[in-house]
């Protein structure tokens, strides 16, 4: 794992890449502030009217403070990982190229099975985010939790879009998904850092492509 990470790294920082992520990334952060920007009141008061279940005026008080940037926060990595998912191909088969030339792409995923992995996967993360909401503010569970939840989001649009280039076989890419979540995990500790949260989706992607073709070799 040590190694993927190294390599992952190096190649974060490759011009073609970064240039995709700066795009995506950038795009994404200043479409979001724009609209935000300009309903800011009505999207606040929006979030504001769904947590008036809340206890405690001073507890409802720190929530709603937090909430409605913390929901922009949220839309943003989620067009920033559907974004990723749907345009990063040529991006991994450059890479795949260039550290496993005999490698060869097998397939090429479809947009509207691209498009349902990260659905559902934000669909499942903004579900638990609902549910697990009050215990995101608890110290160090709360971190860990959030974590979790970042993972979910990139981890099945991870293994849809890299394995399906590069394997057909189904039970094959079941057996090497298994370090996925980890690789989730890992990539999604950029969405604790503002602007290097831009990073996260196509970094969990091109180590989910070191952990398949690695193996290969």
Do not use: C
Request: aromatic share 14%; no cysteine.
């Amino acid at each position: 794992m040590i190694n993927i990470i190294k390599k992952s790294l190096q190649d974060i920082f490759s011009s073609t890449v970064l240039m995709f992520i700066l795009k995506v990334g950038l795009g994404s952060i200043a479409f979001w502030i724009s609209i935000l920007w300009y309903f800011w009141g009505d999207f606040s008061s929006f979030v504001t009217s769904f947590l008036t279940w809340i206890p405690f005026d001073w507890l409802k008080e720190s929530v709603i403070y937090i909430a409605a940037p913390l929901l922009g926060y949220i839309l943003i990595i989620v067009t920033i990982s559907t974004l990723t998912s749907l345009y990063s191909e040529k991006v991994l088969i450059s890479l795949a190229k260039k550290h496993y030339p005999k490698v060869k792409v097998v397939a090429s995923p479809t947009i509207s099975g691209s498009i349902g992995a990260t659905l559902s996967s934000t669909l499942l993360f903004l579900f638990l985010v609902v549910v697990l909401f009050p215990l995101l503010f608890v110290p160090v569970l709360g971190q860990a939790l959030m974590l979790y939840l970042w993972s979910i989001l990139l981890k099945a649009p991870t293994v849809h879009d890299v394995g399906g280039l590069f394997i057909k076989d189904k039970k094959e890419l079941k057996q090497k998904r298994k370090k996925s979540n980890i690789i989730a995990m890992i990539a999604s500790l950029f969405n604790y850092i503002p602007i290097l949260n831009i990073f996260a989706p196509l970094f969990a992607q091109i180590m989910f492509l070191h952990q398949i073709l690695g193996q290969n070799r």
